[in-house]
C-alpha cells in the first residue's frame, strides 16, 4: 500500500478538449503532484530521519524503527478515546520517545560490539515483538480513528486536502529544526563527534551512551510525528501501518546515502515524488512499489553509498 | 605521590596477551617516554589506561585516586587528555568546531575565548585555517589540531601517541619543540614514540616496551646511553 493512493488530491478537469483546456489539466496535474510529492516524501524523510540518525551513531539497522510509528498511531487511538487530538499528539510523542529508549536500553546496548548481523537479527525480532504485541492488546482488526478533519481548499482549481499543506509545514519546520539542532548545539555537535570516532569522542569526554539514547529519542520522536500523518490520511490504524513504510523510508535513508542527515531528506523527496508520479500513470501504479526498489538497487550499483554518503575513510 | 601511577596493568585482545602486567609512573612536571617498537604495545599501554580498551589486571591511579574502572568519559574531567595515535580529530567539522569538542568537558564556558586564542598562538597556522573542514588540512596541520583540541580541556596530564608519526623531519622537530613549551607552561607529558633519539632526548625519564613488557627504564639521559637502546632504537 503506498501513502500516495490514500491521497485524496484529484484533479478537476473540465470538459473542454481545447489545447489551452489541456495545458491547463496538465498544469493541475502538476501542482497536484509537486504538492502530493512533496508532502509523501516528507513522511518518508521523516521517517528515514531515524534509521539514518541511528545508523550513524549506533552504527546499526534499527529494522524496528517503522513499528514505532505503529506505536505512536496506537497511542493516539487510545488517547483519542478519551481526550483531545493535541494531548493525544503530546502523548503518542511521549510514548514512542519512552519505547525508543527502552528498546535500545533493553534490546541494542547489551549488544553494544556484537557482531552486526547478530543486531540485525534482534531489531527484526524486536519490530516482530512490537507487531505481535499490539495484535495481543488490540486484535487483528483495524482501529478506526479520526484526529482532526482540516477539510479541502481549491487552489488554481485543484482540490487540495489541507492535511497535505500541514504535513509539509511540519516537516518543512521539524527538518530545519533538526539540522541547526545537529550544527548549532553542544549535543548536537557531540552526535557528529560519536557518528565519526565514537574513541576520539570518548577522550573529549563526550558519554557514547547518552548520545546514542538522545538520538533513538529523536528519531522516536520523528516516528511519532509519522504516524500522526499516517492517521490524517486514512484514519485507521493496525499492528503492521509501519512496516511498509518503515521499509521505504528505510529504502529512502539508503538512497541518500545512509548516516546522512541531508541525504534522508534527499532520499524520501524522491521517493515521494517516484511514489505520485507512478501512481497518475494507471499502467505502471500497480508496480510502484517495484519502481522504488528497482531505483534503490540501480542507485547502489551505480552509487553504492547513496547520493550523499560518505566513503569509507580508511583509518591511518 | 606519582600524579600517574600504572600498576600490573594486563591487556588482552581475546586470547592474545597484549601487556603482560606492566608498572610505571609519571610524576608531576615531568616528560615521561614510553619507547618500543611497532607492536610493543604502546597504544595498547595509552588506551588501557584512560579506559578505551578494557584492561584485564592491574591497578591505575591518578593523583592517588583509584581510576581503574572508571570510564572514558569520565576521565577527561579528571585532568588527563589524551592526542590519540592517528590524531583521529573530527575529519567533518571546521578546525574550530573540533577545539569546540575539545572543551566539551569543560563545564564554565566563559574560559573559552581565553583557551581558544591561547590555541591559536600556540599553533598559529590553526589560526589561519580556523573556519576550515579538518578533514583537508595536512598531516602536521592535523596533528596540532589534535594537540590544541586536547589543550582546550585544560588536562594536568597531556598523554601523547606517537605525536611525530607520518610528518617531515621539520615538522617532527617542531612538535618536540611544541611538547617541550607545553611542559615548561606546567603540563605533565607521557609520550609514546617510535623515535627514540628525540624522544629520549625531551624525556626526564623513560621506559622501554618490549612484546608487552617493561624491559628497561632510566631517566631519559641513561636511557640514550644505553648500550641496548642504542642497539635496538638509535641505529647502533
Ligand atoms: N584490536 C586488536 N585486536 C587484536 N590484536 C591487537 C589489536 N590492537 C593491537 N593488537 C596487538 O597488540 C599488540 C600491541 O599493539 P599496539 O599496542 O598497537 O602496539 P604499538 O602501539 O606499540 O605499535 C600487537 O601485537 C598488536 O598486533
Ligand atoms: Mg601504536
Known amino acids: ?316 | 605521590m606519582a600524579l600517574l601511577e600504572v600498576k600490573n596493568l594486563e591487556v588482552y585482545y581475546g586470547v592474545i596477551c597484549a601487556l603482560k602486567g606492566i608498572s610505571f609512573e609519571v610524576n608531576r612536571g615531568e616528560i615521561v617516554t614510553l619507547i618500543g617498537a611497532n607492536g610493543a604495545g604502546k597504544t595498547t599501554t595509552m588506551q588501557s589506561v584512560v579506559g578505551l580498551i578494557p584492561k584485564r589486571g592491574g591497578q591505575v591511579l591518578y593523583n592517588g585516586k583509584e581510576i581503574t574502572h572508571t570510564p572514558c568519559h569520565k576521565i577527561v574531567r579528571l585532568g588527563m587528555t589524551q592526542v590519540p595515535e592517528g590524531r583521529r580529530i573530527f575529519q567533518e567539522l571546521t578546525v574550530y568546531e573540533n577545539l569546540l569538542m575539545g572543551a566539551y568537558s569543560v563545564k564554565d564556558s566563559s574560559g573559552f575565548k581565553n583557551d581558544i586564542e591561547a590555541v591559536y598562538t600556540r599553533f598559529p597556522r590553526l589560526a589561519e585555517r580556523r573556519n576550515q573542514i579538518a578533514g583537508t588540512l595536512s598531516g602536521g596541520e592535523q596533528q596540532m589540531l589534535a594537540m590544541g583540541r586536547a589543550l582546550m580541556s585544560h588536562p594536568d596530564l597531556l598523554m601523547l601517541d606517537e605525536p611525530s608519526m607520518g610528518l617531515s623531519p621539520l615538522l617532527v622537530d617542531q612538535v618536540f619543540e611544541i611538547i617541550k613549551d607545553i611542559n615548561r607552561d606546567g603540563t605533565t607529558i607521557l609520550l609514546v614514540e617510535q623515535n627514540a633519539g628525540k624522544s629520549l632526548a625531551i624525556s626526564d625519564r623513560a621506559y622501554v616496551l618490549e612484546n608487552g613488557r617493561i624491559v628497561l627504564s632510566g631517566t631519559g639521559k641513561e636511557l640514550s646511553e644505553s648500550e641496548m637502546v642504542r642497539k635496538a632504537y638509535l641505529g647502533g
Do not use: W
Not at chain 1, 47 to 71: E, P, Q, R, S
Not at chain 1, 85 to 96: M, Y
Not at chain 1, 126 to 133: A, G, I, P, R
Not at chain 1, 224 to 247: C, D, E, Q, R
Open chain 1, 1 to 316: 500500500m503506498n501513502i500516495s493512493n490514500l491521497l485524496d488530491c484529484s484533479v478537476m478537469s473540465g470538459g473542454g478538449a481545447s489545447f489551452g483546456d489541456k495545458l491547463a489539466d496538465i498544469g493541475r496535474e502538476l501542482i497536484t503532484i509537486i504538492i502530493n510529492g512533496l508532502s509523501v516524501g516528507g513522511i518518508y524523510a521523516m521517517i528515514a530521519l531515524g534509521y539514518t540518525m541511528v545508523y550513524g551513531i549506533a552504527k546499526m539497522l534499527n529494522f524496528a524503527h517503522g513499528d514505532i510509528i505503529m506505536v505512536g498511531a496506537y497511542a493516539i487511538y487510545v488517547v483519542m478515546l478519551i481526550s483531545n487530538p493535541i494531548v493525544a499528539i503530546l502523548c503518542s510523542i511521549v510514548v514512542c520517545i519512552l519505547m525508543g529508549v527502552l528498546i535500545e536500553k533493553v534490546a541494542y546496548k547489551p549488544l553494544r560490539g556484537a557482531s552486526p548481523l547478530a543486531v540485525l537479527i534482534t531489531a527484526i525480532g524486536v519490530s516482530y515483538l512490537l507487531q505481535s504485541l499490539a495484535q495481543i492488546i488490540f486484535g487483528s482488526d483495524p482501529k478506526f480513528v479520526v484526529v482532526y478533519d482540516f477539510g479541502a481548499i481549491n487552489i488554481l482549481g485543484v482540490r487540495i486536502q489541507v492535511f497535505t499543506l500541514v504535513t509539509l509545514a511540519v516537516t518543512v519546520v521539524v527538518m530545519v529544526a533538526l539540522t541547526l539542532f545537529v550544527k548549532m548545539t553542544r549535543i548536537g555537535r557531540a552526535m557528529i563527534a560519536v557518528s565519526e570516532d565514537k574513541g576520539a569522542a570518548q577522550l573529549m569526554g563526550i558519554n557514547v551512551n547518552n548520545i546514542i539514547t538522545v538520538t533513538f529519542a529523536i528519531g522516536s520522536s520523528l516516528a511519532a510525528v509519522a504516524g500522526l500523518f499516517y492517521l490524517l490520511k486514512a484514519p485507521t490504524v493496525s499492528n503492521t501501518l509501519g512496516a511498509m513504510p518503515g521499509i521505504k523510508a528505510f529504502t529512502a535513508a539508503v538512497i541518500g546515502g545512509i548516516g546522512s542527515i541531508p541525504g534522508a531528506m534527499l532520499g524520501g523527496l524522491l521517493l515521494g515524488f517516484v511514489e505520485c508520479i507512478a501512481a497518475k500513470i494507471t499502467v505502471i501504479a500497480p508496480y510502484t512499489d517495484a519502481i522504488e526498489f528497482s531505483i534503490l538497487i540501480i542507485i547502489l550499483l551505480v552509487r553504492p553509498t547513496g547520493f550523499l554518503g560518505k566513503k569509507r575513510r580508511e583509518k591511518v
